[in-house]
């Protein structure tokens, strides 16, 4: 039974994605990704601007005349939300935790995806495979996702991305598109990412907090590792200590960037406490371009 509280929860997830996908999201999802190729329609008469290439001469010497082949976009697409449910994502210093971020963002590439008549899948990890539901159509289907995503107790506590990639690439699965959401506080998942690559669309969502960046003056302080259960006493007021670790955390997150950049994937940052629909947007658009 489903708390009546996760139901609200759940609900108030729909209606503000649904608000998203409508208004702001509208067109630009189906332009950002290509289906999985070009069938045939049908034959008509040729029309002043048709390429030429698409003439079919075999029709054209039967009825004296040229006609052109026609095709569409075989559309349908599989979209697969790969999720970080470590513990590191129950970190929030800005009134919103990072796994309510990742579930609304979740949610409203989960609509996007049906609205275009696209299957959504979701694998939950941590330093193993949670969760994994096979990909489906329709609102229910995205519902039960967001739910997973909301009520799933992980057992583990740390992170693999590579646990996770090396179980997406045992999987018989067509090529799909795969988000990535995950604030990527692990290493030694780049050749299984990279295999993931190959085959499949892969996109990196990136989590953060403005915390994990940069503390405050706020004297001593007791830092807690939420992965590993390990504390330490930190103590804010010292300007030096404070640049250390902005500097240490920036530096990580270059790796992060390079390593990214190396195997060629698309990035999206978004971070607690601010809307994600401006990097989103902005994701789609770059996409459609592209094309």
């Keep these: 039974m489903i708390p009546a509280e996760l139901l609200k929860k759940i609900r108030r997830i729909q209606i503000r994605t649904a608000h998203v996908v409508s208004d702001l999201l509208a067109g630009q999802y189906h332009s ?140 018989n699965l067509r090529r799909a598109v795969v988000f990535v959401v995950s604030d990527f506080q692990d290493a030694g998942y780049e050749q299984a990412m990279r295999i993931a690559r190959r085959k499949h669309d892969v996109i990196a969502i990136v989590v953060g907090d403005p915390r994990e960046a940069e503390l405050p003056d706020a004297g001593l302080m007791e830092l807690r590792d939420l992965e590993t259960g390990e504390t330490v006493v930190f103590d804010s007021s010292s300007r030096r200590a404070r640049d250390a670790f902005a500097a240490r955390e920036a530096r990580l997150r270059q790796e992060r960037d390079r390593l990214l950049r190396r195997i060629n994937l698309d990035r999206i940052e978004v971070r607690t406490g601010e809307s994600f ?7 789609f658009m770059t996409r459609g371009k592209r094309r």
């Excluded at 949610?107 to 979701?122: E, H, W």
């Excluded at 401006?278 to 994701?283: A, G, H, K, M």
Aim: glycine share 6%.
């Design 32 to 171: 950002a990704f290509k289906g999985r190729g070009m069938e045939f329609e049908e034959v008509r008469p040729y029309q002043v601007g048709d390429d030429v290439r698409t003439i079919d001469w075999n029709v054209s010497a039967r009825f004296g005349e040229p006609f052109v082949k026609t095709f569409r976009e075989e559309r349908e697409l599989t979209v697969m939300l790969m999720v970080d449910m470590s513990r590191s994502h129950d970190f929030g210093a800005v009134g919103q935790l990072k796994r309510e971020l990742t579930a609304e963002l979740c949610a409203t590439l989960a609509f996007s995806a049906i609205q275009n008549n696209d299957k959504v899948g979701l694998l939950c990890f941590t330093d193993r495979v949670e969760k994994r539901v096979a990909a489906d159509k329709g609102t229910q289907h995205v519902l039960r996702v967001v739910r997973e995503l909301l009520y799933l107790q992980p057992r583990g506590r740390r992170t693999s991305l590579r646990a996770a990639f090396e179980y997406l690439n045992r999987q």
């Design 277 to 283: 629909y401006e990097p989103l947007t902005r994701f």
